[in-house]
Protein backbone atom coordinates (compact mmCIF):
# COMPACT_ATOMS: atom_id res chain seq x y z
CA UNK A 1 0.00 0.00 0.00
CA UNK A 2 1.28 3.42 -1.06
CA UNK A 3 1.95 6.05 2.24
CA UNK A 4 2.28 9.76 2.18
CA UNK A 5 5.91 9.68 3.57
CA UNK A 6 7.03 13.26 4.93
CA UNK A 7 10.97 13.18 5.45
CA UNK A 8 12.83 16.34 7.28
CA UNK A 9 16.06 16.59 6.34
CA UNK A 10 15.64 15.34 3.37
CA UNK A 11 17.63 17.27 0.56
CA UNK A 12 21.05 15.41 2.01
CA UNK A 13 22.30 12.26 3.13
CA UNK A 14 20.42 9.19 4.71
CA UNK A 15 16.92 11.62 4.31
CA UNK A 16 17.54 11.99 0.75
CA UNK A 17 18.76 8.51 0.24
CA UNK A 18 15.54 7.40 1.95
CA UNK A 19 13.74 9.75 0.02
CA UNK A 20 14.80 8.04 -3.28
CA UNK A 21 14.58 4.06 -2.08
CA UNK A 22 10.68 5.41 -0.68
CA UNK A 23 9.47 6.66 -3.84
CA UNK A 24 10.95 3.65 -6.01
CA UNK A 25 9.11 1.63 -3.86
CA UNK A 26 5.87 3.87 -5.22
CA UNK A 27 5.16 5.73 -1.84
CA UNK A 28 4.50 9.69 -2.00
CA UNK A 29 7.45 10.90 -0.74
CA UNK A 30 7.37 15.07 0.40
CA UNK A 31 10.78 16.33 0.71
CA UNK A 32 11.84 18.85 3.60
CA UNK A 33 14.78 20.82 4.08
CA UNK A 34 16.98 23.72 4.95
CA UNK A 35 18.68 24.48 1.30
CA UNK A 36 16.87 25.69 -1.50
CA UNK A 37 18.95 24.51 -3.92
CA UNK A 38 19.46 21.21 -2.87
CA UNK A 39 16.14 20.16 -1.47
CA UNK A 40 15.08 21.19 -4.64
CA UNK A 41 17.16 19.07 -6.96
CA UNK A 42 16.39 16.61 -4.75
CA UNK A 43 12.58 16.98 -5.58
CA UNK A 44 13.34 17.39 -8.75
CA UNK A 45 15.28 14.22 -9.47
CA UNK A 46 11.98 12.21 -7.84
CA UNK A 47 9.51 14.37 -9.46
CA UNK A 48 7.74 15.39 -5.92
CA UNK A 49 7.19 18.38 -3.39
CA UNK A 50 9.13 19.51 -1.37
CA UNK A 51 8.55 22.15 1.23
CA UNK A 52 11.69 24.51 2.76
CA UNK A 53 12.29 25.05 6.29
CA UNK A 54 14.83 26.72 8.49
CA UNK A 55 14.68 24.73 11.68
CA UNK A 56 16.87 27.64 13.76
CA UNK A 57 13.61 29.46 13.41
CA UNK A 58 10.38 28.30 14.80
CA UNK A 59 8.20 30.25 12.89
CA UNK A 60 9.57 28.91 9.85
CA UNK A 61 8.22 25.04 11.22
CA UNK A 62 4.85 26.73 11.83
CA UNK A 63 4.83 27.96 8.28
CA UNK A 64 6.00 24.43 7.59
CA UNK A 65 2.90 22.53 9.43
CA UNK A 66 0.13 24.52 8.13
CA UNK A 67 2.07 24.16 4.67
CA UNK A 68 1.36 20.41 5.87
CA UNK A 69 -1.65 20.62 6.78
CA UNK A 70 -3.14 21.99 4.02
CA UNK A 71 -1.20 20.31 0.99
CA UNK A 72 -1.89 16.38 1.99
CA UNK A 73 -4.60 14.85 3.23
CA UNK A 74 -3.28 12.14 5.40
CA UNK A 75 0.41 11.80 6.16
CA UNK A 76 1.22 8.09 6.99
CA UNK A 77 4.76 8.63 8.24
CA UNK A 78 6.21 12.40 9.58
CA UNK A 79 10.25 11.48 9.48
CA UNK A 80 11.77 13.62 11.79
CA UNK A 81 15.35 13.23 10.05
CA UNK A 82 16.80 16.74 10.25
CA UNK A 83 19.36 17.10 12.57
CA UNK A 84 23.09 18.45 13.48
CA UNK A 85 25.91 18.51 15.08
CA UNK A 86 27.59 22.24 15.71
CA UNK A 87 30.36 23.92 17.19
CA UNK A 88 30.30 27.18 20.01
CA UNK A 89 27.09 27.80 21.70
CA UNK A 90 25.52 29.87 19.82
CA UNK A 91 21.18 30.91 20.34
CA UNK A 92 18.69 30.96 17.94
CA UNK A 93 16.59 33.92 17.23
CA UNK A 94 14.13 32.40 19.08
CA UNK A 95 16.28 32.45 22.02
CA UNK A 96 17.12 28.58 22.55
CA UNK A 97 21.01 26.97 21.99
CA UNK A 98 21.37 25.89 18.42
CA UNK A 99 21.80 22.27 18.96
CA UNK A 100 18.77 21.81 21.69
CA UNK A 101 16.19 23.63 19.23
CA UNK A 102 17.10 22.08 15.72
CA UNK A 103 17.40 18.56 17.06
CA UNK A 104 14.49 18.41 19.92
CA UNK A 105 12.31 21.54 19.44
CA UNK A 106 11.93 21.59 16.18
CA UNK A 107 10.58 18.55 15.80
CA UNK A 108 8.44 18.78 18.88
CA UNK A 109 6.42 21.21 17.62
CA UNK A 110 6.29 20.11 13.94
CA UNK A 111 4.67 16.57 15.29
CA UNK A 112 2.45 18.77 17.91
CA UNK A 113 1.18 21.19 14.96
CA UNK A 114 0.41 17.77 12.77
CA UNK A 115 -1.34 16.02 15.46
CA UNK A 116 -4.57 15.93 14.56
CA UNK A 117 -3.67 14.88 11.17
CA UNK A 118 -1.18 12.24 12.31
CA UNK A 119 -4.13 10.88 14.79
CA UNK A 120 -6.48 10.59 11.81
CA UNK A 121 -4.01 8.92 9.20
CA UNK A 122 -3.03 6.54 12.32
CA UNK A 123 0.28 7.58 11.17
CA UNK A 124 4.16 6.77 12.30
CA UNK A 125 6.61 8.89 13.46
CA UNK A 126 9.47 8.78 13.13
CA UNK A 127 13.10 10.22 14.88
CA UNK A 128 16.81 10.12 13.52
CA UNK A 129 18.65 9.51 17.12
CA UNK A 130 22.07 8.22 17.57
CA UNK A 131 24.04 6.28 19.86
CA UNK A 132 25.57 9.60 20.81
CA UNK A 133 22.47 9.63 23.01
CA UNK A 134 24.18 6.72 25.21
CA UNK A 135 27.98 8.43 25.02
CA UNK A 136 27.14 11.63 25.51
CA UNK A 137 23.56 11.93 26.24
CA UNK A 138 22.57 13.52 29.73
CA UNK A 139 19.01 15.28 30.29
CA UNK A 140 19.35 17.95 32.80
CA UNK A 141 15.83 19.19 33.36
CA UNK A 142 16.66 22.85 34.80
CA UNK A 143 19.57 23.23 32.03
CA UNK A 144 17.62 22.02 28.97
CA UNK A 145 19.30 24.84 27.16
CA UNK A 146 23.25 23.87 28.28
CA UNK A 147 23.94 26.80 29.71
CA UNK A 148 26.19 25.30 32.22
CA UNK A 149 27.04 22.50 30.71
CA UNK A 150 27.77 22.98 27.14
CA UNK A 151 30.29 21.09 24.63
CA UNK A 152 29.40 20.32 20.88
CA UNK A 153 29.18 16.62 21.87
CA UNK A 154 27.13 16.96 24.88
CA UNK A 155 24.71 18.98 23.59
CA UNK A 156 24.22 16.58 20.74
CA UNK A 157 23.74 13.57 22.42
CA UNK A 158 21.96 14.96 24.74
CA UNK A 159 19.82 16.12 21.99
CA UNK A 160 19.20 12.28 20.47
CA UNK A 161 18.60 11.05 24.08
CA UNK A 162 15.76 13.93 23.90
CA UNK A 163 14.55 12.54 20.78
CA UNK A 164 14.18 9.05 22.37
CA UNK A 165 12.12 10.24 25.50
CA UNK A 166 10.01 12.46 22.94
CA UNK A 167 9.59 8.85 21.45
CA UNK A 168 8.45 7.02 24.46
CA UNK A 169 6.33 9.55 25.53
CA UNK A 170 4.45 10.26 22.09
CA UNK A 171 3.56 6.18 22.32
CA UNK A 172 2.10 6.65 25.66
CA UNK A 173 -0.27 9.99 25.29
CA UNK A 174 -1.15 9.02 21.65
CA UNK A 175 -1.38 5.11 21.40
CA UNK A 176 -4.41 4.20 21.75
CA UNK A 177 -5.50 6.65 19.66
CA UNK A 178 -4.07 4.94 16.69
CA UNK A 179 -0.28 7.06 16.61
CA UNK A 180 2.69 4.40 16.61
CA UNK A 181 6.19 5.86 16.81
CA UNK A 182 10.07 4.87 16.97
CA UNK A 183 13.49 6.24 17.16
CA UNK A 184 16.45 4.58 15.66
CA UNK A 185 20.20 4.57 15.27
CA UNK A 186 21.65 4.89 11.43
CA UNK A 187 24.90 3.94 11.83
CA UNK A 188 28.18 5.90 11.11
CA UNK A 189 27.47 7.09 8.09
CA UNK A 190 29.43 8.98 5.47
CA UNK A 191 27.94 11.67 4.44
CA UNK A 192 27.71 16.11 5.31
CA UNK A 193 26.69 15.58 8.63
CA UNK A 194 29.19 17.53 11.11
CA UNK A 195 29.97 19.90 8.40
CA UNK A 196 29.27 22.48 10.70
CA UNK A 197 30.98 21.55 13.92
CA UNK A 198 34.10 23.51 15.00
CA UNK A 199 34.54 20.57 18.05
CA UNK A 200 37.70 19.06 17.10
CA UNK A 201 36.65 15.59 18.19
CA UNK A 202 33.55 15.61 15.91
CA UNK A 203 35.65 16.81 13.22
CA UNK A 204 37.65 14.23 13.80
CA UNK A 205 35.49 11.80 13.56
CA UNK A 206 33.23 13.41 10.77
CA UNK A 207 35.76 14.43 8.48
CA UNK A 208 38.76 11.94 8.59
CA UNK A 209 39.34 10.18 5.60
CA UNK A 210 40.84 7.53 7.32
CA UNK A 211 38.02 7.45 9.83
CA UNK A 212 35.56 7.65 7.27
CA UNK A 213 36.85 4.37 5.19
CA UNK A 214 34.84 2.35 8.51
CA UNK A 215 31.73 4.49 7.39
CA UNK A 216 28.35 2.97 6.17
CA UNK A 217 26.92 5.10 2.97
CA UNK A 218 23.80 7.17 2.93
CA UNK A 219 22.45 4.15 1.24
CA UNK A 220 23.07 1.81 3.96
CA UNK A 221 22.24 4.57 6.87
CA UNK A 222 19.04 4.93 4.97
CA UNK A 223 17.93 0.89 5.61
CA UNK A 224 16.29 1.68 8.80
CA UNK A 225 13.95 4.84 7.74
CA UNK A 226 12.70 2.80 5.27
CA UNK A 227 12.34 -0.09 7.10
CA UNK A 228 10.67 1.60 9.86
CA UNK A 229 8.01 3.89 6.48
CA UNK A 230 7.27 0.89 4.82
CA UNK A 231 6.22 -1.50 8.12
CA UNK A 232 3.35 -1.99 10.12
CA UNK A 233 3.63 -0.90 13.96
CA UNK A 234 3.03 -3.72 16.32
CA UNK A 235 3.58 -6.55 13.34
CA UNK A 236 7.17 -5.04 11.91
CA UNK A 237 8.14 -3.04 14.86
CA UNK A 238 6.95 -2.02 18.31
CA UNK A 239 5.99 1.41 19.10
CA UNK A 240 7.80 3.57 21.84
CA UNK A 241 10.82 1.77 20.77
CA UNK A 242 14.33 2.42 20.38
CA UNK A 243 16.33 0.81 17.29
CA UNK A 244 19.70 -0.36 16.66
CA UNK A 245 20.30 -2.30 13.26
CA UNK A 246 16.42 -3.32 13.19
CA UNK A 247 16.32 -4.25 16.81
CA UNK A 248 15.59 -2.58 20.42
CA UNK A 249 18.83 -1.38 21.64
CA UNK A 250 20.50 -3.74 23.90
CA UNK A 251 22.15 -0.80 26.02
CA UNK A 252 20.41 2.51 25.75
CA UNK A 253 21.33 5.36 28.03
CA UNK A 254 19.54 4.73 30.99
CA UNK A 255 18.15 8.13 31.41
CA UNK A 256 16.33 6.63 28.44
CA UNK A 257 14.43 4.08 30.53
CA UNK A 258 13.20 6.45 32.93
CA UNK A 259 9.36 7.37 31.89
CA UNK A 260 8.78 10.07 35.02
CA UNK A 261 11.50 11.74 33.14
CA UNK A 262 9.92 11.61 29.85
CA UNK A 263 6.65 13.29 30.83
CA UNK A 264 8.83 15.92 32.67
CA UNK A 265 10.65 16.86 28.99
CA UNK A 266 7.13 16.84 27.40
CA UNK A 267 5.52 19.51 29.92
CA UNK A 268 8.79 21.43 29.94
CA UNK A 269 9.39 21.20 26.20
CA UNK A 270 5.69 22.78 25.84
CA UNK A 271 6.21 25.20 28.16
CA UNK A 272 9.29 26.72 26.22
CA UNK A 273 7.76 26.38 23.11
CA UNK A 274 4.42 28.09 24.55
CA UNK A 275 6.96 31.23 25.45
CA UNK A 276 7.89 32.27 21.86
Known sequence: ??????????SDGIGAAAARQLHAKGHRVVVVGRSPDKTRAVARELGVAYHLADFTRLGD??????????????????????????????????????????NHLAPFLLTELLMDKLVASGASVLQTSSIAARIGGKVVLDDLDHD???????????????????????????????????????????SSFGSETTSPLMRFMT???????????????????????????????????????????RRPNPQALDAALARELWDRTEGLLASV
Open 1 to 10: MSKTIVITGA
Open 207 to 249: GNPVVRRFYITAEKGADQLVWLAEGRPGTDWVSGTYYERRKPA
Open 148 to 190: RDYTPVRAYGTAKLENILFTKELHRRYHDRGLSAAAFHPGNVA
Open 61 to 102: VRTLAAELDAAYPRIDVLANNAGGVFGDRVKTVDGFEKTFQI
